[in-house]
């Protein structure tokens, strides 16, 4: 299917209404994949069909969901994870905020980590304007292949004999044990309109790819406001920092850590 | 000064040591952006563009979000993530979802340019192993940008210049030589 630039501001336009999220500042050629994705998998041959369809919360919901980037493994990157664990060793307890979760694919890889570690959570958040991404976090389902590559990073991460404790198989179903997740507090709002709280840890990576420079800049800013004074944003290895005027300190800039700049007194 | 904006090159299986050489055989004053989007093992993120740099007489580098296509450069599509092009002149990244099962996709690179850059784009398909790229570079064609499809005689894995050469008609069919000398008399 075809989307002019029309259609695709029309539907960006509606989205933000029915969803409470920004999509007029999403990455245009995103929108045109992703929408046009949407209007296949819901089966619908016309843009003002999924208009109208945006209309019914419970539909509107399908679509939220559908606009999802989804991180596809467990401990995606293990070189990020490497390096986390090297700059979270010594924190006697962490409070740890998921801005934007997806599938849960990344909330499961830390709390395995911080497991690991022996660190204790004070509190984790997790947002995301999507309900059926909570619901699905909740029971993550993996197939053989995702499997596979989780033990491969599991290996590369130095833990490959742990990763039978995490996950559970009945009737060839391996889904990766909810209790690890437990104790998480869930969101269901768009973290640009969530108040501002202070974290220790902020977790969104890759996320702004799928933004325009306005939206990237919104976002990080907004971010950094929620960052406590020793708090680490970790964004994906192939983001920037927008705008670079922020108070930001380059921890590990190849594998996206971040630290607040310390403020001369 | 040639017309054009661009030069996008997907390759698989095999493409490796034809880029190198074309890279290395390039004049040093070659100044059309040159993408490139290479199936790679994804969770081996580096070393292939600094191998790359050894020989090649431009600089390349593996882009990150949002960064400006300049002249004089080559950009390589980084492991484990897609790579588009936009209509301001910058390359956008991407975790989506695999497109013929690979990540990054020639598909998606080829087919964002022809958008962004229409007739000012040359595509060249190289050797390789499945059918990602055919359709990039078809659309290519269809926006009148200038199409190369190696010569399937000389891939090393004919698959992804034949798939290509099943849906479109591109303006030369060459070997790798004949690649290197369409470049060189560009500028």
Partial sequence: ?265 | MSDYKAIVIGGSAGSFALVLKLLSRLSPSFDIPIIICMHRLKHIRSGLVESLNVKSKIKVVEPNDKERIEKGKAYLAPSNYHMFIEFDGTISLSIEDMNNHSRPSIDYTLSSASVAFRDRCVGIILTGANKDGAKGIKDIADKKGFTIVQDPATAEVDTMPKSALRVMKPNLILSPDGIIDFLNNLK
């Fill in chain 1, 1 to 265: 299917m075809f989307l002019t630039l029309t259609d695709i501001k029309d539907i960006s336009v509606a989205m933000s209404e029915a969803l409470r999220v920004d999509f007029t500042n999403y990455n245009t050629s995103f929108l045109k994949r992703r929408v046009t994705r949407a209007i296949e998998k819901l089966n619908l041959h016309k843009v003002q069909e999924l208009i109208n369809l945006l209309k019914d919360p419970q539909k509107a919901e399908e679509v939220a969901f559908l606009m999802q980037v989804p991180c596809t493994e467990l401990f995606r990157d293990p070189a990020f994870w490497r390096a986390l664990r090297k700059n979270l060793t010594g924190r006697k307890q962490l409070s740890v905020w998921f801005p934007h979760l997806t599938n849960g694919y990344e909330l499961y890889s830390l709390m395995i980590l911080l497991k690991q570690m022996g660190i204790p959570q004070t509190r984790v958040v997790a947002s995301t304007f999507s309900q059926l991404v909570i619901d699905k976090a909740k029971q993550l389902n993996i197939t053989s292949k995702i499997d596979e590559v989780n033990r491969y990073n599991f290996e590369r991460l130095e833990i490959a004999n742990k990763y039978d404790e995490y996950v559970d198989v009945c009737d060839n179903v391996t889904t990766i044990k909810p209790e690890i997740i437990s104790s998480v507090e869930f969101h269901k709002e768009w973290y640009i309109n969530e108040k501002v709280e202070k974290y220790d840890l902020i977790i969104f990576r890759n996320v702004t790819l799928n933004y325009n420079v306005l939206l990237h800049e919104r976002a990080i800013e907004r971010l950094v406001q929620s960052l406590n004074d020793d708090g680490l944003l970790t964004i994906g290895i192939k983001e920037v920092i927008l705008p670079r005027t922020l108070r930001l300190n380059e921890v590990n800039a190849n594998e996206g850590i971040y630290g607040v700049k310390k403020q001369n007194v």
